[in-house]
């Protein structure tokens, strides 16, 4: 199961953190929150299979966001 390890405020953000997730080794999924698709400054969540859900807090927490 997917479970929500953070919230970013835009898909810039929640590319960049998927990146830094991804680059340590962690499945990752980010998925709007509005279902307004065509603006870029929609909330977005990112996602992690629920048996990451502490490392991917841990690296979120390390690298300041």
Request: charged content about 30%; proline content about 3%; cysteine-free.
């Amino acid at each position: 199961m997917w479970t929500v390890v953070y919230i970013a405020q835009s898909k810039e953000i929640a590319t960049r953190l998927q990146d830094i997730l991804l680059k340590e080794g962690l499945l990752v999924k980010i998925r709007p929150i509005s279902k307004n698709n065509e603006n870029d400054d929609n909330y977005y969540e990112v996602l992690v299979p629920e048996a990451e859900v502490a490392e991917a807090h841990s690296i979120i927490i390390e690298k300041g966001y």
